[in-house]
T-cell receptor
Framework: DAGITQSPRHKVTETGTPVTLRCHQTENHRYMYWYRQDPGHGLRLIHY???????DKGEVSDGYSVSRSKTEDFLLTLESATSSQTSVYFCAISDPANGGYEQYFGPGTRLTVT | GQNIDQPTEMTATEGAIVQINCTYQTSGFNGLFWYQQHAGEAPTFLSY????GLEEKGRFSSFLSRSKGYSYLLLKELQMKDSASYLCAVEGGATNKLIFGTGTLLAVQP
C-alpha cells in the first residue's frame, strides 16, 4: 500500500469555525488531491496539486483552500465550516510522470459540522 | 458536460460471474479506472484501461470501448469479500484529474 496518512481521522466542529485537514505521503509522488465523498454524489475533486506551491481548483472548490509547502504534505482548509461541508474527505496521490497514472487514496477523514 | 453512469446496486451469488457496466460522456478521454471500496474504507485501485479491449488481472477483468463510451468490470468466481462498491472513473482530459461515477454497490449472497 502507498504510504498515505490523513489527520485527523474524525472531527466534529461547529459552524463558522476554521478546520484544517492534513494529508501526508512518504512516496514522493508529485500529484496530490483532495476529494469529498457524499451519498449520491460519489467522489468529487475539491483541489489538487501538481507540485510544491502549484495547486488548482477542482469541481467543488468553493469554501475550501489548500496549501502545499513541501512534497509530502497537502493541507485542506475550510475557512468557515458549514453544515454542507459535513462529509468524508479523502486525499490521494499519483505519479504520472513515472507512468503511475492510478491514484492511491488515504484512509479518509470523517468531518461533521454541527 | 461530464457524465458517468453506473447501476446503483447489483446482487450476485457466491461463485458466480457478475458484470458491472459503466458508460461515460466526457469532454476528453485519457483513460478509465475501476476502484473497489469496502464500506467505511478508502477506494483501492483495480484496473486501468487506455486502449480498446480486455485487460485481465486474476479474477477481475476490465473492458473498454472508446468509440461507444463504454466499459465493464467482470468479476469471476465471486467471493463474499467481493461485496463492496465499485467505482468507475474517467480521466477526462486534464492531466490526471478523475471524474467518478456514483458507484455500484455489489452484494454477494451465499
Amino acid at each position: 500500500d502507498a504510504g498515505i496518512t490523513q489527520s485527523p481521522r474524525h472531527k466534529v466542529t461547529e459552524t463558522g469555525t476554521p478546520v484544517t485537514l492534513r494529508c501526508h505521503q512518504t512516496e514522493n509522488h508529485r500529484y496530490m488531491y483532495w476529494y469529498r465523498q457524499d451519498p449520491g454524489h460519489g467522489l468529487r475533486l475539491i483541489h489538487y496539486s501538481y507540485g510544491v506551491k502549484d495547486t488548482d481548483k477542482g469541481e467543488v472548490s468553493d469554501g475550501y483552500s489548500v496549501s502545499r509547502s513541501k512534497t509530502e504534505d497537502f493541507l485542506l482548509t475550510l475557512e468557515s465550516a458549514t453544515s454542507s461541508q459535513t462529509s468524508v474527505y479523502f486525499c490521494a496521490i499519483s505519479d504520472p510522470a513515472n507512468g503511475g497514472y492510478e491514484q492511491y487514496f488515504g484512509p479518509g477523514t470523517r468531518l461533521t459540522v454541527t | 458536460g461530464q457524465n458517468i453512469d453506473q447501476p446503483t446496486e447489483m446482487t450476485a451469488t457466491e461463485g458466480a460471474i457478475v458484470q458491472i457496466n459503466c458508460t461515460y460522456q466526457t469532454s476528453g478521454f485519457n483513460g478509465l479506472f475501476w476502484y473497489q471500496q469496502h464500506a467505511g474504507e478508502a477506494p483501492t485501485f483495480l484496473s486501468y484501461n487506455v486502449l480498446d479491449g480486455l485487460e485481465e488481472k486474476g479474477r477481475f477483468s476490465s473492458f473498454l470501448s472508446r468509440s461507444k463510451g463504454y466499459s465493464y468490470l467482470l468479476l469471476k468466481e465471486l467471493q463474499m469479500k467481493d461485496s463492496a462498491s465499485y467505482l468507475c472513473a474517467v480521466e477526462g482530459g486534464a492531466t490526471n484529474k478523475l471524474i467518478f461515477g456514483t458507484g455500484t454497490l455489489l452484494a454477494v449472497q451465499p
